[in-house]
């Protein structure tokens, strides 16, 4: 699938399915603004884009600040004079514990960078958007805004609001040219199930019905349909990229319960 031309701002890019995708867009003819705190992560993924022939710029942003969203977007056109797409997937917030035992500011955190984040990449996405004719945002959100997951609960409230965020943004630009979607993964296989070791990664892999976690390219290649043509009356919708986790719920099945009973 091509995006030449395309000029595209991810978001948390320094690392996981940002970087990922970042990748991904270059190699699909995209121009990419990667953005993130860490100016020397995305310096390097940046760097590395361009020796391979790509375009890629990196601005260190803070997503959850105002003046650092916008300059975000400005220092874009001036480097490649247009907006047609971005990617809002940054994160940060409280490790996992019970409601009661969240630190109130670890919370503030969660919503500050996640929904806060999002509605100030839009805020300032939109009207260069709008400037360039149209655009396509894809925001980040996961399972676990869909549905409640004990001990998460900064994360689940600052992705069910993320998700709330996309859909009044697709109504609001849905007839002038912006498709605004979000995603809903489940586990993909990025820092945090590394670190956490094979047997979580297993475990997290057998939530899913396809038993399975899923990889981050696997994201990515979404975010480049997302951005396409090929999906262009798609807006305003929750996309899960979960391994079937969407549908329901899919136990182990015993071998015994396999075989039909006997008759009595
Ligand atoms: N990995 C998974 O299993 C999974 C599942 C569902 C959803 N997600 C979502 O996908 C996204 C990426 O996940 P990941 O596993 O690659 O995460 P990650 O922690 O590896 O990457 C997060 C990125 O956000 C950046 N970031 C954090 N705070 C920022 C800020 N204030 N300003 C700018 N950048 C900031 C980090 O530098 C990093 O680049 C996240 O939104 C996450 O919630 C991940």
Redesign the pocket.
């Given at each position: 699938m091509t995006l030449d031309g395309k000029v595209a701002i991810v978001?948390?890019?320094?690392?996981?399915?940002?970087?990922v995708t970042a990748r991904a867009l270059a190699r699909s003819g995209a121009s990419v603004v990667l953005?993130?705190?860490?100016s020397t992560?995305?310096e390097t993924v940046a760097a590395d884009i361009r020796a391979s022939g790509g375009r890629a710029l990196a601005v260190p942003?803070?997503?959850?600040?105002s003046d650092?969203a916008e300059r975000l977007v400005a220092v874009t056109l001036e480097k490649f004079g247009r907006l047609d797409a971005a990617f809002n997937?940054?994160?940060?917030g409280p490790v996992p514990a019970p409601l009661a035992e969240i630190d109130p500011l670890d919370f503030d955190l969660g919503i500050?960078?996640?929904v806060r984040?999002t509605f100030l990449g839009m805020k300032f996405q939109i009207p260069a958007m709008l400037a360039s004719g149209g655009g396509s945002i894809v925001n980040?959100?996961?399972?676990?805004g869909v549905r409640g997951t004990a001990n998460l609960a900064g994360?689940v409230a600052a992705?069910a609001g993320i998700i709330g965020l996309t859909k009044v943004a697709a109504l609001d630009y849905a007839d002038q040219g912006i498709r605004v979607n979000v995603?809903?993964?489940?586990?993909?296989?990025?820092?945090?199930?590394e670190a956490a070791g094979d047997d979580v990664q297993r475990r997290?892999g057998q939530a899913a019905p396809m038993r399975r976690?899923?990889l981050?390219e696997e994201?990515a290649a979404t975010v480049i349909w997302l951005f396409s043509d090929q999906s262009s009356y798609i807006t305003g919708v929750t996309l899960p990229v979960d391994g079937g986790m969407a549908a329901g719920e899919k136990p182990p099945l015993a071998k015994n319960l396999t075989r039909r009973p006997a008759p009595l």
């Open positions: 978001a948390g890019a320094s690392r996981g399915i940002g970087e953005a993130a705190r860490d992560a995305i942003t803070d997503v959850g600040d650092s997937n940054a994160t940060d500050r960078t996640n984040g980040m959100a996961s399972v676990a994360y992705k995603l809903a993964p489940g586990p993909i296989l990025t820092y945090h199930l997290a976690v899923g981050p994201v």
